[in-house]
């Protein structure tokens, strides 16, 4: 039965479905109301019954670790600094913690990360001697705001610099996540540190209790992977840490303790909060297989890049706060706040501004952290938490099962189970199924674009005068990152200058439905329409193509009028001139009739839009 509220009748879960059949009409319940994710969960279009877990604290961590300071003071909010210039980066770090942020995340260039032989300032603060580690740091009180690093193969030498510079400035009890990851370098940039390099670290940060030294970042969710892989090889990673840390004799618990899960989430909002709560419910299940007492999982939560958007960059706003929402539901530690600008080069001072402010007023306004694990007793939330920590768990067993994640990344395992899901979500990408707001749908073709801050990286890089030069230890083919919107965001950029023609049938209210859906369709490719009134007969459509200019024209109209004028203004448009003609909408028993009159392709729902915008494109460069 379904709850009950006073002023109505409780509903039988049966009576609902029969209602909810009849309106179907006969068509297919799961096919029309229940949606599939690439892991093959079912989300259900309604939920009268879940799991119930343990409380929050109590095993397995799913609701949280009951954290009275997070409810006090609410979770970490942490924001990025990677200008390369160290002065203007050190600018950057001070502006964030005075005006809202409570730590800061200091990405190093890819010189630095990666090993990159010409990455000196590009992609992060060039950052190369413990001079320029004091001059960005200069001003932070670091008792007091945690620094977390993104130092990539150099992190064992930056974290050297910062144990020296916290002795030379007698903090005691420093606040720090050194974030050392050489399985997740790995995966991102083919090149790696060793497992043992981890370990030593980690043994000697143990001591500290205010600072951790290993996390786990998962680049592989950038690359394509799904949900459920997602969790599973960053659980797999965390086990191959703990193996590591164990030759060196640190316990699984200590491990733990010197461990952060950098989450990378997309924009849907309860995929996210479902993600956090398995995360945490997987690993205790990971410590008590080791024989070792569960603890709650530490999570950081930022927005995945493969959902970011150049074009319409302004949408990455609500991308944005969905993921930050989503982690301060989901009960993640650390967030965060991502610029909507950041894939047009260095973010803004208003970009960095609004993404600090975003997670502000959730924190100090909407008071988000009040509440320990909102999103508990949620049946739908409950449900898919359990269903995804099992989906993730069996991908743990498939890693360890192919000798590890080490062995699986080394192997290219990782890389074709990414790929696999990646090639799905391309395919729902490319049909729209899963649509790219502002890019592969309601696409502005007018729209100007933010200036990002000038940045000049020559000069910062000329005042490096001896680079890091970090040696790996480990190789294999990285994962890159495949992102949801550069398809369409190619195409974008080598759009053709012709527009296309809308052969609009009758009158507005005929044809107006499919002439906006495609007019939309077309911009997602970068391609302009010329519109016409409603059109009556062929030589009309004629005549009113040959005025146009173009040189391809789409047909757009009720069904009724197809039957009646579809072939013979298909003829005609074909006489006069169109390289193409394509008809919006499904031809059904016409379809024939109008290829024998020249027709090229049809366009309609589910159809590969990448496919047919290419197809356009040529047609007009020809």
């Not at 988000?368 to 007793?377: C, E, P, S």
Request: glycine share 8%; net charge negative; with cysteine.
């Amino acid at each position: 039965m379904l709850p009950s509220d006073p002023h109505f009748e409780p509903v039988d879960t049966a009576a609902w479905r029969a209602v909810v059949e009849r309106d179907l009409k006969g068509a297919d319940f799961a096919r029309r109301l229940v949606h599939r994710t690439l892991d093959g969960l079912s989300i259900e279009p309604l939920y009268s019954d879940g799991p119930e877990p343990p409380p929050p604290g109590a095993e397995p961590f799913t609701r949280g670790a009951a954290d009275g300071h997070r409810v006090v003071h609410g979770w970490d909010c942490c924001q990025v600094v990677d200008h390369p210039d160290v002065a203007r980066a050190n600018g950057a770090l001070l502006e964030e913690l005075e005006r809202g942020a409570t730590s800061v995340l200091l990405r190093l260039d890819e010189r630095a990360r990666a090993g990159s032989a010409t990455g000196v300032g590009l992609g992060g603060v060039a950052l190369h001697s413990s001079a320029d580690l004091d001059g960005v740091l200069a001003g932070m009180y670091l008792e007091a705001a945690p620094l977390h690093l993104d130092a990539g193969l150099s992190t064992p030498e930056v974290a050297s610099w910062l144990h020296d510079l916290w002795e030379s400035h007698n903090v005691a009890e420093p606040l720090a996540h050194l974030g050392f990851d050489p399985l997740g370098d790995l995966a991102q940039y083919g090149v790696g540190a060793g497992l043992e390099e981890a370990a030593v670290l980690a043994k000697s940060s143990a001591r500290l209790s205010g600072v951790t030294s290993l996390a786990v970042r998962m680049p592989w969710h950038a690359a394509g992977a799904s949900q459920a892989q997602t969790l599973g090889f960053a659980l797999a990673s965390g086990v191959a840490y703990l193996r590591a840390c164990e030759a060196l004799g640190l316990s699984p618990e200590r491990v733990t303790r010197q461990l952060v899960f950098h989450l990378q989430v997309d924009a849907e909002v309860f995929q996210a909060i479902a993600s956090i709560r398995a995360l945490r419910t997987a690993w205790s299940e990971v410590l008590r297989a080791c024989g070792a007492e569960p603890t709650p999982a530490r999570v950081h939560v930022t927005l995945s890049e493969r959902v970011l958007t150049r074009r319409d960059p302004w949408v990455n706003l609500l991308r944005n706060t969905t993921a930050v929402f989503a982690g301060a539901v989901g009960g993640a530690d650390h967030v965060t706040s991502v610029p909507f600008d950041r894939l047009l080069g260095q973010p803004s001072a208003d970009a960095r501004r609004i993404a600090r402010n975003t997670a502000s007023i959730l924190l100090h306004e909407s008071h988000l952290h009040r509440i320990h694990d909102l999103a508990g007793g949620s049946w739908f939330l409950e449900t898919h938490t359990a269903e995804l920590a099992e989906a993730a768990w069996a991908w743990l067993q498939r890693v360890e099962a192919a000798g590890g994640m080490l062995a699986a990344l080394q192997s290219g395992a990782v890389g074709v189970w990414t790929a696999e899901s990646a090639d799905a979500r391309a395919v729902e990408l490319a049909k729209r199924k899963r649509p790219v707001v502002g890019v592969s749908a309601f696409a502005n073709l007018d729209e100007v674009l933010p200036v990002p801050e000038s940045v000049d990286v020559g000069a910062a890089a000329s005042r490096v005068e001896t680079p890091l030069e970090p040696e790996p230890e480990l190789r294999c083919e990285p994962l890159g990152v495949r992102r949801d919107a550069a398809p369409f965001e190619a195409l974008r950029d080598s759009a053709p200058s012709g527009t296309v023609f809308l052969a609009n049938l009758g009158s507005l209210a005929s044809h107006n439905a499919r002439s906006t859906w495609i007019a939309n369709l077309l911009a997602a490719g970068g391609v302009r329409v010329h519109g016409s009134l409603g059109l009556d007969g062929a030589q009309a459509a004629a005549e009113a193509f040959t005025a146009s200019g173009c040189q391809v024209a789409v047909i757009c109209g009720a069904d009724a009028s197809y039957a009646d004028q579809a072939a013979s203004v298909t003829e005609a448009l074909r006489a006069a001139g169109a390289r193409q003609v394509w008809l919006a909408g499904r031809p059904g028993r016409l379809d024939e009739t109008l290829r024998e009159a020249g027709l090229h392709e049809a366009i309609y729902l589910g159809r590969d839009v990448l496919a047919v915008l290419r197809d356009i494109h040529s047609a007009l460069e020809a």
